[in-house]
């Protein structure tokens, strides 16, 4: 510390406080003050903290260790370091004010020599205490890079200076499986490792700092130019080589890259920079080759809305405000309605019924996702419970699923809560090819258990993934619905209809179900029928309805029996 330290005695009896007093004075502490009793020295320490108080134990009104049990309640402890003094030695109260949080234990008369090693010694921690507190709130402790604090601090005043610059964040690919493996330890490795391989670049870093457990963010000025900095990132990227300090010495790493350019302005904040960045890094597609996504200028205006939407989707969410639409989904030979998709409707106060397009980009990323997920579920399964007296036999109801829900905890237990046992024979959970990239096994164990429910399972959007063959050789599904890029103008051209006839036939040959999309011109039901398809979807048999309508629409099926 650089001032002298202020130390407070507490002590009813005058006597005993004027020599400690004067003890403390003789060991050269200069600014002292003091307190006659409990109350005064609450009212002393709430005006001007003192660096450490000499606390009598026994005190008429409000005794020492009712003090110190003050301080312990209004937190102040772990800042301000206590030393109780009393003619009691007895270990029943050395115990109790060691409990509540005193650094140490005087009694009196007060040995001088002892005085000076216990008050050095508790100054010395709290100067050690504070000088970590100050180190902690510029350095990572893991680490010993610069913190998100300090990294903000840094672009904010180059943005006030108007610098060219950019900022780059660098995304753990497999920060779940390090941490498993070798710890937060190992973790600090590993990005120990990619800070010293950026400075062996010669990269001109002004800053590198870490700005979340698996992240590293670097200014890189751009007095060279913006390509410059995107070519010197690219490479690390790409399996950036450890040394041989990690516990995996020649192991590699994948790092998603995000880099955000500054547009010094008014408006301009450091925060909102990084926001723009990690957004980039975090939405690296899984399976590009090309890890490192900019940021461009006219991004920063979408983000913008985007976030802003976001915050309106929370609060529609919380007041009610989605409804649910159904698209018919009917047998293809006699057009019979015999199921219909759940499509999610927002009734936005001001501008009507939005579609999923115009807003579920803005969530498709976060955890409002999920929420959104659970409630169409939940809703789902109200509706099944209102209608199942009346619904016909083999009517399903389908509701899309992200992977994020599908492989949630909780998922079988909120099924459980909202579906019926006689009811689960009415819900399809439609999957697209694409979410069974993000988890694969939670995804195939959650959909096993939900099919022994009596749940059916459909592979959406069949066709258009990755790798459609190894998904439905790994899942266990009841349906496919094979995409609408298959069907539209199907009848125009011959290879198209080449290939929706092998897929039928694929389909048809493990026992699944098979429902073409999209289909809008009679043309296109005479082929997808020719082809084999059980189900047909689109405008053709039926546009997304109310509730209120889709049940006039079963009605003569009711009715028939």
Known sequence: MSDPPRI???????????????????????RLDEARDGYEALARIESAAPDLVLLDTMMPGLDGTEVLRALYEAERLPDLPVVMVSANDGMDVVVRCIELGAEDYL???????????RVGSVLEKRSYRESQRAYLRRFDAETGLFNRAVLLERVQQMLALRQRFGLAVMVMDDHAQVVVSDGEAGVARRLNALEERVRARDMNVDTVARVAPDTLALILPAADGEYRIAGQLEPLAHGARLHAGTTSPGATGRWSVGLAFARPGPDAAAADLLGMALSAAREVPAQARN??????????????????????????????????HFQPICDVATLRPVGAEILLRWAHPEHGLWTPGRFLHAVE?????????????????????????????????????????????????????????DCAEHLRIELTETVMMH??????????????????????????????????????????????????????????????????GLAKSLGLIVIAEGVEREQELAAVRAAGCDLVQGYLTGRPMPAAELRALLAPAVAGG
């Not at 407070?8 to 200069?30: N, W």
């Not at 990323?365 to 083999?394: F, H």
């Open 439 to 504: 988890d694969m096994p939670a995804c195939v164990a959650a959909m096993d258990q939900l099919r022994a429910r009596g749940v059916k399972i459909a592979l959406d959007d069949f066709g258009t993934g990755f790798s459609s063959l190894s998904h439905i050789n790994q899942i266990r599904c009841d349906a496919l619905k094979i995409d609408r890029s298959f069907v539209a103008r199907v009848d125009e051209h011959p290879r198209t209809g080449k290939v929706l006839r092998a897929m039928v």
């Open 365 to 421: 990323r976060s955890p409002l996702i999920q929420a959104i997920d659970e409630w169409v579920l939940e809703e789902t399964c109200r509706i099944l419970r209102a209608w199942k007296p009346w619904l016909p036999r083999g009517f399903a109801l389908s509701a899309n699923m992200t992977a994020e829900t599908l492989a949630a905890d909780g998922l079988l237990a909120r099924v459980d809560a909202a579906l019926e046992r």
């Open 8 to 30: 407070l005695v507490v002590d009813d009896d005058d006597g005993a406080r004027f020599t400690l007093l004067r003890q403390l004075r003789h060991l050269g502490y200069a």
């Open 107 to 117: 009694t009196k008369p007060v040995n001088i020599a002892l005085l000076r090693a």
């Open 291 to 324: 890890r490192l996504s900019i940021v461009t200028p006219g991004m920063r205006e979408s983000m913008r809305d985007a976030l802003r939407l976001h915050g309106e989707l929370e609060l529609a969410l919380a007041r009610n405000e989605f409804v649910l």
